[in-house]
């Protein structure tokens, strides 16, 4: 998709600056925007009759995320390009922009713990959690696995497990569950049984034996129960599907991190797109688009495509209103 926009724009006489980096934004002149950028190691500045950011928000940047979200995370994984730094962020609000969300808040999924710190992307996503247990670092089970048994799942745990001791937690699936799982980027961590399991994965085996042994005597095993209504009795926290008994003498397991998608702080802007000032009417000639103007759209729960129609829609508007404002 992304190849298809750049050929399209290029094809209509676009000019991509690549390997370009913005260094600073003037917007004190209402009649136009004034861009300095570093290129190949000089700097350049371009001014425009109308300009759109679409730089993304502030999740790659790590030190205002300590002071906002909390030092956590530290462990959490980016899913997305380290160049989102927020510094186009900031520097609108410098320039007097009204903010528009929460800086405490941010929208994190389940990824597999051995994904690389930034750049992972949807591949990275682990999806099955449904059909095993999760447990924390002390081998101890901390929500129901069987709760949401939908797609986008995924996105409730992030949150959970970035409460767990140093944001770590573990998927154990038997080979059962493991059957029903959709495929990972990476293989699982596979062991005969739960002790030389717990060992690959440097937890208490007495611990994470003594879990297991709770949750299967926990399980309902009625032979005419399909395993998408089969639930635990007497367990907290209980497991509302797929609650089958974790039986070997074959085990896998999925370390998991929260991985973060984006924060949701940005910019707001009025229906046309313009960005509006804290003090006074909206930017004549400055727009955004995608995250950076609907940051706090993902407050609950997920919506399965919905970032990337964010920015086809509001992308879309920012463009043409920007075209028509550049030709008065």
Not at 223 to 236: I, V
Request: charged residues 20%.
């Amino acid at each position: 998709m992304i190849n298809s926009l750049y050929a399209t724009a290029i094809g209509l006489g676009v000019r991509v600056a690549y390997d370009s980096r913005l260094v600073d934004l003037d917007l004190q002149n209402d009649d136009q925007c004034i861009a300095t950028i570093m290129r190949h190691g000089e700097i350049e500045r371009i001014v425009s009759r109308a300009t759109v950011v679409c730089a993304g928000c502030n999740q790659a940047d790590v030190l205002p995320l300590r002071q906002h979200v909390g030092q956590a995370v530290d462990g959490v994984v980016i899913r997305g390009t380290p160049y989102a730094s927020g510094f186009v962020l900031q520097r609108l609000f410098d320039c007097g922009m009204q903010p528009v969300g929460d800086p405490a808040r941010c929208h994190m999924v389940a990824v597999d713990a051995r994904s690389p710190r930034f750049d992972g992307g949807v591949a990275t996503r682990v999806t099955t959690i449904p059909y095993g247990i999760v447990v924390n670092r002390d081998s101890v089970r901390f929500a129901d696995e069987g709760e949401d048994v939908w797609k986008t799942h995924f996105s409730k745990w992030g949150a959970l497990i970035y409460g767990c001791p140093d944001q770590i937690a573990f998927l154990i699936m038997d080979a059962q569950g493991y059957a029903r799982a959709q495929p990972c980027l990476f293989p699982p961590i596979a062991a005969n049984d739960i002790g030389s399991l717990a060992n690959k994965l440097r937890l208490d085996a007495n611990k994470l034996e003594n879990t297991i042994l709770r949750f299967n005597a926990a399980a309902r095993r009625p032979n005419e129960t399909a395993p998408s209504e089969r639930t635990t009795t007497g367990l907290t926290p209980p497991k509302s599907s797929f609650a089958t008994p974790l039986t070997g003498p074959h085990f896998v397991c999925y370390p998991l991190r929260p991985g973060l998608t984006s924060t949701y702080l940005g910019v707001a802007v009025t229906s046309d797109t313009r960005v509006r000032r804290a003090d006074g009417p909206p930017s004549r000639r400055l727009f955004a688009a995608g995250s950076i103007m609907a940051a706090n759209i993902l407050r609950e729960g997920y919506l399965s495509g919905l970032g990337i129609t964010i920015s086809a829609v509001f992308g879309r508007i920012a463009g043409k209103a920007a075209a028509l404002e550049a030709l008065n």
